[in-house]
């Protein structure tokens, strides 16, 4: 595993990618300069297919890494913040309670029935996401060993794909003018798609976890 950066301050960039995705490199590089300038701590996870897919067992689809991983790291923030095993035990089952309180299964988007592995070298064709549950999801003991603890206040979550184009723009300002929301989130351009899940900031606290 690759670990980049000490993840002390305010502001926490976050990646990950396979590493077999040439674009997750380029990106990354972008995304470490507007970290740089801005005196951000930036953290990469660069694993193989078969790591990422061992972790998210017996989930199908990568993407879930994304969650596995946002949970564990927010896991460990909250823990060296003081919080107990037994209060973010108690957390998950709460939110499980919540999820499960009656409300008929949500459908599936049909803007990620499928989706593309374009630009993944030695990958072809789509994958569906149908199949997967929609069981909640608890950390696993992911390997992080090698990262460093998280201490700031918020995660900046930037997908493999994505880059920063306005290194102008600050992050506080976002963080401000969402008034210091748990979760500041955009909407995605594409009108199906009521968020875009690749670019967001999530608070370092219990509500996120």
Known sequence: MNVGGEA?????????????????????SVN??????????FVSHVNTCDEILEWIRPKL?????????LRQLM???????????LELSEMVE???????????KEKVSPAIEAVSFEG???????????TETDERVVPKDVSLAAKPPI????????????????????????INEGHHKELIIAEDMHKLNPINAGVFLLKVCPWSF
Not at 94 to 104: E, I, L, P, V
Not at 154 to 171: N, P, R, S
């Open 151 to 174: 201490t700031s206040d918020y995660l900046f979550w930037i997908d493999g794909d994505a880059m920063v184009c306005y290194h102008e723009l600050k992050a506080e300002k976002i």
């Open 120 to 130: 993944r070298e030695g990958t072809e064709g789509h994958e569906s996401l149908s």
């Open 61 to 69: 689809h990568m993407t879930w890494f994304k969650i596995y991983l």
């Open 8 to 28: 002390t301050g305010e502001i926490t960039i976050l990646m990950a990618y396979s590493d077999d995705y040439t674009i997750g490199k380029l990106c990354e």
């Open 75 to 85: 896991r460990d923030a909250l823990l060296r913040r003081g919080y107990s095993e």
């Open 94 to 104: 709460r939110a499980g309670q919540q999820s499960a309180g009656g409300k008929d």
């Open 32 to 41: 470490r300069e507007y970290a740089a300038r801005h005196g951000y701590n």
